[in-house]
């Protein structure tokens, strides 16, 4: 008897758990959790990552990622924050409001503890904007893990270019505004410059350079020793010395 009630009870809550269905209130607070989870990990792999240009020309990663995706990650899932925490406040509104009242009634009893969140708060924001200290030691951090991250892409045998060099000019056969192309794939040049992709890769080939269309300049740079400027030049049909040219006559 006792053993056929038993079956009768499991019965009846898989019936139960089947007529539920989907919840969504928990998917949205799980949901929640892990994306705040993944938003706090993206954050700090950001800060300690090194500057665009080092982790582009050392083709740095963390975890399997590089610093692109991780940028695109943290963004992605910001986004998704802020879509799951409005359905967040609408599935648990009332209890929100109750609770919202409930504090609003005690807030005159914590009125000391009220004012000194305020005040941390206002303080917090007064470093970060004017670079006051501890403000600006966390950033000098930031910038001393770029120092070391360069400094251990140099050790590896990369070549690591000056920002100027990186964004610098040059000048190609046709008219297309170069700029910046430190960060331009081999195919996104060949196309700017109008060849075609294995001709690009032909002539990088000539310099006893070995690419991929996908690679960019600094990437390039980093393996060869050439110039991000000096590299367009070549996929252009120009000698590398055609760069510094341009570059000294600025």
């Known amino acids: 008897m006792a053993e056929k009630t038993k079956q009768v009870q499991r019965t009846n809550t898989s019936r139960s758990r089947k007529a539920r269905g989907f919840r969504w209130r928990a998917f949205v607070a799980l949901a929640l959790f892990l994306n705040a989870l993944i938003l706090a990990l993206s954050g700090i792999i950001l800060y300690i990552a090194p500057m665009g240009r080092i982790a582009h020309t050392t083709q740095w990663t963390l975890l399997g990622l590089d610093k692109d995706q991780w940028e695109t990650v943290h963004t992605v899932l910001s986004l998704a924050f802020v879509v799951i925490v409005f359905f967040h406040v609408k599935y648990n509104w009332r209890s929100l409001l ?3 009242k ?4 005690k807030v005159y009893t914590m009125q000391k503890e009220l004012a000194a969140a305020t005040a941390i708060t ?6 970060s ?3 006051l200290p501890p403000a600006q030691q966390i950033m000098d951090f930031s910038e001393n893990l770029n120092d070391f991250w360069e400094a251990r892409g140099i050790e590896a045998g990369y070549t690591v270019v000056s920002e100027e060099e990186a964004h610098a000019e040059v000048d190609v056969p046709i008219n297309t505004g170069l700029r910046g192309y430190g960060r331009l794939t081999v195919q996104a ?4 410059t109008g060849i075609s992709v294995d001709t690009a890769l032909e002539r990088l080939r ?8 996908d690679e960019t300049m600094l990437t390039l740079s980093g393996r060869t ?3 991000p400027g000096e590299l367009a030049a070549i996929i252009a049909g120009q000698p590398p ?9 600025e």
């Open 225 to 227: 020793g050439y110039s």
């Open 98 to 100: 109750a609770y919202l």
């Open 122 to 127: 206002v303080l917090l924001l007064v470093i």
């Open 206 to 213: 000539a310099y006893g350079i070995e690419a991929s269309p």
């Open 102 to 105: 409930d504090r609003v009634r």
């Open 129 to 131: 904007i004017y670079s």
């Open 241 to 249: 010395e055609s760069h510094e040219e341009t570059a000294s006559g």
């Open 189 to 192: 040049i060949a196309e700017q």
